[in-house]
């Protein structure tokens, strides 16, 4: 046991320590930061009051709420799956560098090693996203706060539940990679393109027909929509309150996500959970399995 | 003395390439013991085979009484390597990285702590302790190497080319370090080496070429069975020289003649005693060993 907590150890500090790691699993969360600071936040914000019966006043800082809501729940649904797999490079990183090498000559097991990486990729990628989240909620805070204390729980569950997923995801992936232009390769591709497939630049809804059913067979998908639920229900709520009729809401409810259909079936949240953890429970079966049956040759 | 390593009709094919071919030797306990080879020869496979790195196709491998096939742990903690490369982590401290390797061990707390200052003594390297490995020189990095492999107080250490790249008053230290060692601790190294003058201070040598044994023996064994040896005469002319019957050849102010043993250098100057006035007698040097048996020179472990 206390190998594999000196090792887990080994690993946080070497992915903090590295700047370059550190700073490329940044990089998908500062774009969308970016994207929003620039004109996303005035298309939803468009998009939102554009939709809004006219004669019905709608205060500011519900639209700020909502706006506030996607770009957070955007954040964290990239975030969560990014710095997860750049964290996981580094096992990729020391099969490159040869590091290995020196922890296999020890009389350990490779399972050993592989928990370490695992679990290593989930506590570090679960401090970036805690600390995240509670920007995050802050930034909401100061432009118009309608989250419920259980929406920010809730948020907080989804976080870890998505962080699982992606340690899982990056274990199974990077399994198979073992040089630095693989990483390159596979950290261009995930940072650049999840933001796209979890629907964190874009609506899901806005996207093809044909596209919406690709996307409605990946689990994070539902990641997405559970961010969406919780980071923007208060808001959707409030303009109810405020005599926007249901149909508008619904609408809306469609229009950023928080409703996913598979097909044509309504996903509901707590389906949404069983996906995510039968994914879940599915990748890290895969990674065992592929660590039970690796072979030392190559 | 025992043998701590035994290998036996050691085979290792990748796909069509045949890395080791029914590789035989043994390394006694305590002494050091040199493999030599150039670049792709089975060097590295065959130490990796023994690590436990890579599976063999054929053959075995006894090291210190544990067999591989049954018990490579036991192997594992016999064994210290330093490989060609530094492996440590280069972002962490050399305190971090110790200790992370020896936690590998159970080496942790008061005890990781106690070795540690035995071997920071040793090797001189107390001061390095919080500095991150990336910025160290290559010779101090190569003494945290050292340090790491020697954690777990293993019986027998491989130094792959160890010192390849270091400029010569490191290498010295650290051969002194290799040599303490080796008296102290009766610890066996195990060596691969591009540097001859090193493997001619082994007690033995093996030479592989294409996976293959082309030689072993002491250095004077493979010395009197590979190479002649060499009478520089001084204060001589060039027809003096040719009456030897020898080859020869000039130098700054002497003459170097080649003679298959030293009973022939006896002999030549009995025969021509008035000739031998000034002149020193050599053996042929590892340099020249290699080349015999491999029609190879071995240059920074590329074939020439």
């Known amino acids: 046991m206390k190998v594999v907590l000196t090792l887990i150890k080994r690993n946080i500090k070497l992915f903090f320590k590295d700047k370059g790691m550190f700073l490329t699993a940044l990089i998908t969360p500062a774009i969308l930061l970016v994207l929003y600071a620039t004109f996303l936040s005035n298309v939803y914000r468009d998009s939102f009051t554009m939709n809004f019966p006219q004669g019905i006043p709608v205060p500011e800082d519900i639209i700020d709420g909502l706006v506030g809501g996607q770009l957070i729940s955007s954040l964290l649904a990239v975030s969560c799956i990014t710095v997860a797999f750049c964290s996981n490079f580094l096992m990729v990183q020391d099969r490159a560098n040869g590091t290995i090498k020196d922890l296999r000559i020890a009389p350990i097991s490779t399972s050993v090693l592989s928990l370490s990486y695992y679990v290593a990729t989930l506590i570090s990628t679960l401090l970036i996203c805690f600390t995240a989240t509670v920007i995050c909620l802050v930034y909401v805070a100061a432009i118009g706060w309608y989250m419920s204390a259980l929406d920010v729980l809730l948020l907080f569950l989804d976080v870890i539940i998505l962080v699982f997923f992606g340690t899982a995801l990056s274990s199974l992936i990077n399994f198979f990679l073992s040089t630095q232009g693989q990483i390159s390769a596979v950290g261009t591709i995930i940072s650049a393109g999840y933001g796209f497939i979890c629907g964190a630049y874009m609506p899901i809804s806005s996207f093809s027909d044909g596209l919406q059913k690709v996307i409605s067979f990946l689990p994070g998908t539902y990641g997405t929509s559970l961010f969406r639920n919780h980071a923007m229900d208060g808001a959707l709520k409030a303009l109810g309150e405020e005599g926007i009729p249901n149909e508008v809401i619904d609408g809306l409810r469609d229009a950023v996500d928080c409703n996913i259909y598979f097909f044509d079936t309504k996903v509901e949240p707590y389906v949404m959970y069983i996906v995510l953890f039968v994914s879940i429970a599915l990748l890290v079966g895969g990674y065992i399995l592929l660590n039970v049956f690796r072979k030392k040759d190559k | ?304």
């Open chain 2, 1 to 304: 003395m025992k043998n701590i390593i035994e290998i036996n009709h050691l085979s290792k094919s990748f796909g069509e390439v045949k890395a080791v071919q029914d590789l035989s030797f043994r390394v006694k306990e305590g002494e050091l013991f040199a493999f030599l080879g150039v670049n792709g020869a089975g060097k590295s496979t065959t130490i990796n085979i023994m690590c436990a790195q890579l599976t063999k196709d054929s053959g075995s491998i006894v090291i210190d009484g544990y067999d591989l096939d049954k018990n490579v742990d036991g192997i594992k903690r016999e064994l210290g390597v330093v490989f060609q490369n530094s492996v440590l982590d280069g972002a962490l401290s050399v305190y971090d990285n110790l200790q992370s390797r020896a936690a590998l061990y159970g080496i942790i707390g008061d005890e990781f702590k106690s070795r540690l200052d035995e071997l920071s003594e040793l090797l001189d390297f107390k001061d390095l302790l919080k500095r991150s490995v990336s910025k160290l020189s290559g010779g101090q990095r190569r003494r945290i190497d050292i340090a790491r492999a020697l954690l777990h107080k293993p019986k027998i250490l491989v130094l792959d080319e160890p010192t390849t790249g270091l400029d010569p008053q490191t290498r010295k230290i650290l051969w002194n370090v290799i040599s303490d060692l080796r008296k102290n601790e009766q610890m066996t190294v195990f060596l691969t080496t591009h540097y001859m003058e090193e493997a001619a201070e082994a007690d033995f040598v093996v030479i592989i070429d294409s996976g293959k044994i082309s030689a072993e023996g002491t250095p004077l064994e493979l010395k009197n069975t590979y190479t002649g040896d060499f009478i520089t005469v001084y204060g001589i002319d060039e027809a003096t020289v040719k009456k030897f019957g020898y080859e020869y050849e000039p130098i700054r102010d002497a003459y170097r003649v080649s003679v298959p043993n030293t009973k022939a250098a006896t002999e030549l100057i009995i025969k021509y005693p008035e000739v031998f006035v000034d002149y020193e007698i050599t053996k042929g040097k590892m340099d020249d060993v290699f080349l015999s048996v491999t029609g190879k020179k071995l240059v920074g472990g590329t074939e020439k």
